[in-house]
């Protein structure tokens, strides 16, 4: 009886008894084997074995600031997005013919970064985490809808749980909604000085599903074209819930606004399927009280430090 053993495997094979072993723990283990009249004393050190076998000991890969992340098993998408200063809201028509709640114009400095969703919401991914669908348009790769502004918390909440389990969530940071102002970051391309009325064109037709294509549904995600930074459908397809309750601008520039003062309506951005494309625009505001759900209405979820 011989023994054969192979370094590329976490087994070893004994020919004739055809028994595997499968090592997972850190210790010398000695078997004694007989080959023809002579006894054969082999000892297998595991740190051999553990070299050889890296993708069974590794533990799962964290997010990496810097570099975009993918949620391990439900496949879900993030863009890492640097901090920066940005101009918030419109200046009247010079502005692509801003409303009255989209003034005044004012700076925000957004002083930590962040990942954002690449997609909306999936139905399939809210399906996987929150086991239901509540979507009047069903299909896995179109965006979840029909969801109020709670569920939309309570799923980022019970992402968070779930990752922060398996030890993959960064210091100081949880998934939840975005702001406002990090939604509207994000839409208009984050760092980049060009503006677009829309998110990544002036083109509505070529960002957007909206009332003039969208055949009175949504689509599927990413079937239109991404902003510069990579992300889909900011413009169109569902609207998007964001963390902020609804109240105007002040004059004043802002560091990190979130607005927690009245919050019997939350903001929702982005326009959609049902809408005009005007209601498109990156800069474009509405309000929803946070119970309501509507089929127009999703979300996207954000890696970022915690708010108040």
């Known amino acids: 009886m011989c ?8 087994a070893v094979k004994l020919t004739g008894l055809a028994l595997s072993f499968y090592f997972r723990k850190l210790s010398r283990c000695v078997y004694t084997l007989t080959c023809g009249n002579r006894d054969a004393r082999i000892t297998f050190l595991l740190f051999s074995i ?58 925000v400095r957004i002083t930590r970064p962040f990942w954002i969703g690449k997609y909306e919401v999936t139905q399939a991914q809210y399906t996987e985490i929150m086991g239901e669908n509540p979507s009047d348009f069903q299909g896995e790769k179109k965006p979840v809808e029909s969801v109020t502004w709670h ?74 074209k991404p902003n510069r930074l990579g992300l889909y459908d900011m413009s169109g397809n569902v609207w998007e819930w964001c963390l902020d309750g609804y109240g105007l601008y002040k004059s004043t520039n802002a560091v990190d606004p979130v607005d927690t003062e009245d919050t019997s309506f939350r903001v929702f951005r982005g326009g959609g399927w049902s809408g005009p494309a005007n209601y498109c625009r990156t800069k474009r505001r509405f309000k929803l009280p946070p119970d309501k759900a509507y089929n127009i209405v999703g979300f996207r979820v954000v890696l970022a430090p915690s708010v108040r």
């Open 3 to 10: 023994a054969i053993y192979s370094p590329a495997f976490s």
């Open 50 to 107: 553990i070299a050889a076998t890296t993708p069974v000991f590794a533990a799962d890969k964290t997010p990496e600031k810097g570099e975009n992340w993918t949620i391990p098993g439900i496949e879900m998408e993030f863009v890492f997005v640097e901090k920066g200063t940005f101009q918030m809201g419109g200046r009247g028509f010079l502005t692509f013919g801003s409303e009255r709640d989209e003034r005044p114009a004012h700076l």
């Open 151 to 224: 569920d939309a918390v309570e799923f980022c909440e019970d992402l968070t749980a779930r990752e922060r389990k398996a030890g993959r969530l960064p210091e100081g940071y949880k998934y939840r909604l975005p702001t406002e102002a990090e939604w509207e970051y994000a839409a208009m391309g984050a760092r980049h000085k060009l503006q677009h009325k829309f998110s990544g064109s002036n083109e509505v037709e070529e960002v957007a599903w909206y009332q003039g294509n969208s055949d009175e549904h949504p689509s599927a995600v990413g079937a239109k």
